[in-house]
């Protein structure tokens, strides 16, 4: 299966290099697709190299190719997987805004396309109402969610907000 893995914004990052790993086991394909935020919290070169693939982070990544590898991307995806999703990002998707590559690649989907949502953020971000808008537009859009779980919260917090763990979404990818 060729899978687009995107990462965002979300302490919980550090995740998606256990996530990366174990769909390369699983014999998938696997390309990363960062956002700006989610480079603070961990590197390109740590998926590049878990994956085998070049990791895409800014439109000035593409300048390898004619091609836009944006478009490329989606059009080739077989599951749009993002974990960590950031209340931010996640906001762009349901509004069809696209700031980033990976805005743009869930812009440029196929329909048919599954796509499967991890948020990670913070309880009262989760719940504010402009989030649960979101979360219901994408729903209706076709997005499948897995979590957020509940827990210990990076922010010190105690309650929903948690990404998955990764046997969690590995499960949900059926």
Same mark, same amino acid.
Not at 78 to 91: E, H, I, K, M, N
Not at 94 to 115: E, F, W
């Given at each position: 299966?060729?899978?687009?893995?995107?990462?965002?914004?979300?302490?919980?990052?550090?995740? #998606? #290099?256990? &996530?990366?790993? *174990?769909?390369?086991?699983?014999?998938?394909?696997?390309?990363? /697709?960062?956002?700006?935020?989610?480079?603070?919290?961990?590197?390109?070169?740590? &998926?590049?190299?878990?994956?085998?693939?070049? /990791?895409?982070?800014?439109?000035? $990544?593409?300048?390898?190719?004619?091609?836009?590898?944006?478009?490329?991307?989606? $059009?080739?995806?077989?599951?749009?997987?993002?974990?960590? &999703?950031?209340? $931010?990002? =996640?906001?762009?998707? #349901?509004?069809?805004?696209?700031?980033?590559?990976?805005?743009?690649?869930?812009?440029?989907?196929?329909? #048919?396309?599954?796509?499967? &949502?991890?948020?990670?953020?913070?309880?009262?971000?989760? $719940?504010?109402?402009?989030?649960?808008?979101?979360?219901? *537009? =994408?729903?209706?859009?076709?997005?499948?969610?897995?979590?957020?779980?509940?827990?210990?919260?990076?922010?010190?917090?105690?309650?929903?907000?948690?990404?998955?763990?990764?046997?969690?979404?590995?499960?949900?990818?059926?």
């Amino acid at each position: 299966m060729n899978i687009v893995l995107g990462i965002t914004g979300s302490i919980a990052a550090y995740k #998606a #290099a256990e &996530l990366a790993s *174990q769909l390369m086991k699983r014999k998938h394909e696997v390309h990363v /697709v960062m956002t700006r935020a989610a480079t603070e919290f961990i590197t390109p070169l740590t &998926l590049q190299v878990l994956t085998r693939q070049p /990791v895409l982070v800014t439109l000035d $990544d593409e300048k390898q190719s004619w091609k836009p590898g944006h478009i490329e991307l989606a $059009d080739q995806a077989d599951l749009f997987l993002v974990a960590p &999703l950031s209340a $931010d990002t =996640l906001g762009n998707f #349901a509004n069809g805004l696209a700031p980033d590559p990976l805005s743009s690649i869930y812009l440029a989907l196929p329909k #048919a396309t599954r796509v499967l &949502l991890a948020p990670a953020m913070n309880g009262k971000m989760w $719940d504010h109402p402009a989030t649960q808008r979101n979360v219901a *537009q =994408l729903v209706k859009d076709g997005c499948e969610f897995v979590g957020p779980a509940e827990g210990e919260l990076a922010c010190g917090y105690e309650g929903l907000g948690r990404m998955s763990e990764v046997a969690e979404i590995l499960s949900a990818l059926g």
